[in-house]
């Protein structure tokens, strides 16, 4: 097992399984042919073929296409074909930052190949000349990954919420991070991937974010979604992300991307200049 | 101007006007059209078509490939086209850190569009809330870049050299670093592009370093190449960047990428993904 893994693992795919996905002749994601034929049926809201879905031009607005889609979506997930709904709607643009074309709720973007935004907390603490980390576990009766290990903070970006404002607003629902001191969360860079899942594609960007903890600082959890927090030194979630799977796949890649900024992760280590280009694809 | 200027200087390359450059079988660079018809008349050392230029595979061993090189290079040099001989030799090889297959002559590299690799290393001090960074400039007589802003210390990373070990060298000759302080360069990441250049590529990477200075701490040139140091606030570094061309053309991606680690550049910043990618190519 090794880091490289853990890249593979975020970038496992195979698009001559997928159709582009297109809006106003814009393309914006990607879908599963099976679902492109399930699609095939809403024959007013989407044009369905062997080579790409397309949302029916006759929609032009944002509202008008947002609303036939979660019209329905909410057919397909009384079928159980949307697994996992959030009640979270998510921005549809052909960049971060572009005009939204539509929105879509939070639980289809990987049936449409929709990129997904998100932001990830590094909550370290300084210990002489060692640095700690905390580690969330997530709830086992979590929708998405129950269980299993994750950055201390991290959320999804919904539609119309800006990015520090989200990194606030999880920090206090998740770790019970005063707002004054979420305020001080560094934006150090950002990384990609993009993984097929059983019904989909996760083709995401995740904003990362640096924030040192004092000392004495205890996370405590707010909204349920976190089982416990544990403050680890850096060595040993090197060790479990380099061994093992218990992270969720991208927290992995946050974690990676902190070792390799603050020097725990050097050019000594095989595959270096891999690991780097792995966090960026 | 913008930050995305910048990469995309160091990233202007039309490999059509290139064949590939081929020892036993590997792919280890790219040949200009024309300096690949020049090295058509060394038959007995290259096999050069208008598809690729091999190194001849009579020429079995590391030594056997770098004498004969270096033969055919003193003798374009002495016709004027190997410019700013060096006299220092770098691995010739499919990866970093791999057997090298050869070595060559530094000057020579872009010709044969061969990867070189180098450490550059910001050299920043705190100031309050702030961070100030030195910013060398190149002494007039150069070879290479004469007279434009370079990072604190930098330099290529020749044959036979450990990372840290070519850090401590450069910071020692370049800026008079006591090797005790040059030891705490954090290893931080790495750029990589690929520029053209008239008679050649560099499709290079360059290794960074963050070295946190004392407030006190006074650069001082050993070695002739650096004309003058500067201390300057950050944001002026940023603003230089941004706007002109003043910095060697891939001290820029150093500066960004340190913007970008610190929290300096945020997502705030148009094309800021577009920007961590293009530190990554």
Not at 190 to 213: H, I, N, R
Request: hydrophobic fraction near 45%; aromatic fraction near 10%; include cysteine.
């Amino acid at each position: 097992m090794s880091y490289l893994d853990r890249i593979a693992e975020c970038n496992a795919h195979d698009l001559a399984r997928f159709v582009p996905f297109r809006i106003a002749d814009r393309h914006v994601g990607w879908v599963k042919r099976p679902f492109a034929a399930r699609l095939a049926a809403f024959a007013e809201t989407f044009y369905a073929s062997d080579e790409a879905v397309e949302l029916a031009p006759t929609l032009r607005s944002f509202d008008e296409r947002s609303q036939a889609l979660e019209h329905i979506l909410r057919r397909l997930a009384g079928e159980g074909a949307v697994p996992a709904w959030r009640d979270e709607l998510y921005p549809v643009a052909t960049a971060f930052g572009a005009p939204p074309l539509m929105q879509m709720e939070r639980a289809a973007l990987p049936l449409f190949g929709v990129r997904a935004y998100g932001v990830h907390v590094n909550g370290f603490v300084r210990d002489g000349d060692g640095v700690k980390l905390w580690v969330a576990r997530r709830a086992r009766d979590k929708p998405t990954y129950p269980g299993m290990l994750d950055n201390f903070v991290a959320g999804g970006q919904p539609i119309g919420l800006g990015l520090k404002d989200n990194v606030i607003k999880e920090a206090e629902e998740e770790a019970g991070v005063p707002a004054a001191l979420a305020r001080r969360a560094v934006p150090v860079g950002a990384v990609s991937y993009c993984m097929e899942t059983s019904d989909g594609l996760k083709p995401d960007v995740q904003f990362a974010f640096d924030l040192e903890l004092p000392p004495g600082f205890e996370p405590r959890n707010g909204d349920g979604e976190i089982e416990a927090f544990h403050l680890w030194p850096v060595e040993r979630v090197m060790e479990v992300t380099r061994e093992t799977a218990a992270f969720k796949f991208n927290c992995n890649l946050i974690n990676i991307d902190f070792f390799v900024r603050h020097g725990f992760l050097g050019p000594d280590e095989p595959g270096y200049l891999d690991i780097i280009a792995g966090l960026h694809r």
